[in-house]
């Protein structure tokens, strides 16, 4: 190893992670980053993906090169198991700076992704959401809502009543906002002027009669072609679409292919959060529907491994490990 190349790099725990940052702090660490997408010093690595019978390898990453980083992160998802790692390198030097467990990461990127979004497209005086799904992702939406529009209410649908009354629960538990449970998916969104679907569905669920006009959607759910959660009807209805990355969501988004590919739709409408982001362009009045879907990208991941690694520097947090070396050749 060279003299002057780092003698070991950082390593953080889950533990870790979540004493160091929470979800304020990475929705703000997602705003930062996107400004920076936005002047051009970052940038998102597409996805990487291969799939065998029960599991799939996946890579997301990005480089931040206005801030002196790159990196990627790496998981298998296996029965709906996984132990993704955020792999953080200098990008001045290619050097390993920090290994990241990214669990927590995950979960809050994904949901700070939705935060910045309700932040710029939802009404300013919106508090009553409607949650379609309540599986592993659907508490921190609800909080990622919570944190940048302030709660009175929440309608959650689950077709499952025992999942429904459980997630209600733990949600009056954690909020003081109202938590009704809804007997159907229209009862969960009507008069909503905030909604967000998290589920695995396979066919579209939410139509345009049961939203009303003013409403923000986020659809979190349907990352793959085989799913989708939005009607044909829906996307006719809005005045903005956003999405967190353009070619990712051409390529994987169904919902989006159905009308800017085979209907009347064109993609050149569809804006980026980064940009929308940068320009500061709050929801005007009079809007009917607005729309952010996402697929999750590297940038995010990025963005907020970097602030978890500047914190854990700051306060001594995480371990560290001798720095990968070399080692001279068997060649016989």
């Not at 533990?15 to 929705?27: C, E, F, K, P």
């Not at 990352?223 to 969501?249: M, T």
Request: with cysteine; aromatic share 6%; net charge negative.
């Amino acid at each position: 190893m060279a003299d002057d190349a780092p003698q070991t790099f950082l390593w953080l725990t889950e533990a870790d992670v979540v004493s160091l940052i929470n979800l304020s702090g990475i929705i703000e660490a997602l705003e930062s980053g996107l400004k920076l997408e936005s002047e051009g010093k970052a940038k998102n690595l597409h996805k990487g993906q291969t799939v065998w019978q029960g599991g799939s390898l996946n890579i997301t990453g990005a480089q931040f090169t206005g801030v002196g980083f790159a990196g990627a992160k790496v998981w298998t998802n296996v029965g709906g198991k996984s132990a993704p790692l955020v792999l953080l390198h200098g990008a001045d030097d290619g050097q390993l700076k920090a290994i990241i467990e990214a669990v927590a990461l995950g979960q809050m990127r994904t949901a700070a992704l939705a935060a910045v979004a309700t932040r710029w497209l939802a009404a300013e005086d919106a508090d009553d959401m409607g949650l379609v799904g309540t599986g592993k992702q659907a508490l921190t939406q609800v909080a990622a809502v919570n944190a940048v529009r302030p709660l009175k209410r929440l309608r959650v649908f689950s077709p499952t009543a025992a999942n429904r009354a459980r997630f209600a629960e733990t949600v009056r538990q954690r909020f003081d906002f109202e938590v009704v449970e809804a007997a159907s998916v229209e009862d969960a969104v009507i008069y909503a002027p905030i909604i967000t679907t998290v589920t695995r569905a396979k066919e579209p669920f939410l139509f345009s009669s049961m939203v009303s006009s003013g409403s923000h959607i986020n659809a979190a759910g349907a990352i793959i072609p085989a799913c989708a959660e939005i009607g044909d009807d829906i996307l006719p209805r809005c005045d903005r679409v956003v999405v967190d990355n353009l070619a990712q969501c051409r390529e994987l988004s169904r919902e989006l292919q159905s009308f800017y590919d085979g209907g009347p739709g064109d993609w050149g409408d569809v804006r980026v959060l980064s940009d929308l982001v940068a320009t500061g362009d709050p929801r005007p009045a009079g809007l009917d529907l607005t729309l952010f879907k996402w697929m999750g990208v590297g940038l995010a991941d990025l963005a907020a491994g970097i602030e978890i690694f500047g914190r854990a520097e700051q306060k001594g947090v995480g371990v560290h490990y001798p720095h990968p070396g070399r080692a001279a050749l068997d060649l016989s």
